[in-house]
């Protein structure tokens, strides 16, 4: 475009570039859904549909931006991990997480009604705030990750003994959070276990461990790539091929992408998926 008297205004512009060779999370989190599952009368703690529309609208995302290595959804919020490499809109932060909220909101709205088959959309709509944070290390990566599935399983296990004492136990919800108060996760297993024959082991793994979404290439053998993995780590950054990384680009596009519900705390995970967090990206 031909210089104008304006164009100087572009120079007020910030970069945002996030810091290189580091592991990229995008959370993006609903907002007021609080009032929002009031209104569209999601179960309580869980509604199965809400949560499987999250993790069809994640899907997609992923779908949509192949940078993206593995997510993790909870409630009404979803981390999506960019790899260290990745170099996607020169890493800027306002354009990485503007495209996450924007591609995760239209698809939640897309999908809406193929979970909520009787309960159109209608305003205010949802919508979802998001940030960006690096971390440097797979350590703090997965510490990360760690975190959310920690709150998640914290969050469910009260929530769950919480609405059992009301819905089973017909107490009120200031009666409940007194009877909670204080408690450890072991007291609100037998509450629910000794009152309401609940095993709470029994609930189900979407609502324990929340959803990992990723693409799924062949399990590897627990013990059986380690020294991969660390001789990898040392060799930075990785020069492939050009054709080696064409190769591995087309193969992570043809490859499925799963939702489950596991557990990413252990290393169990991420051993037997070494391409997550391998130096390749
Ligand atoms: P925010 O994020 O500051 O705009 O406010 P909220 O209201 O979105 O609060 P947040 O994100 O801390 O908590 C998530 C809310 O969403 C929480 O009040 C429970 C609700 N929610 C999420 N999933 C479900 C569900 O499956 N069933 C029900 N009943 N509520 C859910
Ligand atoms: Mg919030
Ligand atoms: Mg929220
Ligand atoms: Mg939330
Ligand atoms: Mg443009």
Not at 160 to 171: H, K, M
Request: aromatic share 12%; proline share 6%.
């Amino acid at each position: 475009m031909a210089n104008s008297k304006f164009e100087y205004v572009k120079q007020f512009e910030q970069t945002d570039n996030l810091l290189p060779n580091t592991w990229v999370v995008v959370r993006i989190d609903g907002r007021g859904f609080t009032k929002f599952a009031t209104k569209y009368g999601f179960e309580k703690p869980n509604d199965k549909r809400a949560l499987e529309l999250m993790n069809a609208a994640a899907r997609a995302v992923m779908a949509e931006l192949p940078d993206i290595t593995i997510a993790y959804g909870v409630s009404d919020e979803y981390s999506f991990v960019f790899h260290k490499t990745c170099s996607l809109f020169e890493r800027r932060a306002s354009k990485l997480v503007s495209t996450i909220v924007s591609t995760f909101t239209a698809y939640y709205v897309h999908l809406w009604s193929i979970h909520f088959p009787d309960t159109p959309l209608s305003p205010p709509l949802p919508s979802f705030d998001g940030r960006a944070v690096c971390y440097p290390t797979v350590q703090n990566l997965r510490d990360y990750m760690s975190w959310r599935q920690v709150d998640c399983h914290i969050n469910n296990l009260y929530n769950t003994t919480f609405w059992a004492l009301i819905q089973l136990g017909g107490i009120d919800p200031t009666e409940a959070e007194k009877t909670l108060k204080g408690t450890y996760a072991a007291d609100k297993n037998e509450i629910m276990f000794s009152k309401f024959a609940i095993n709470y082991n029994n609930e189900p793994e979407m609502y324990k461990k929340g959803s990992v979404v990723f693409r799924d290439y062949e399990l590897v053998e627990p013990g059986t790539h380690n020294a991969t993995i660390e001789a990898d780590s040392l060799a930075e950054p990785v020069q492939q091929s050009k054709t080696q990384a064409e190769n591995d680009k087309k193969r992570r596009a043809k490859a499925p992408i799963v939702v489950q519900h596991l557990d990413i705390i252990k290393d169990d995970f991420w051993d037997r998926r070494p391409w997550l967090l391998s130096n390749k990206p």
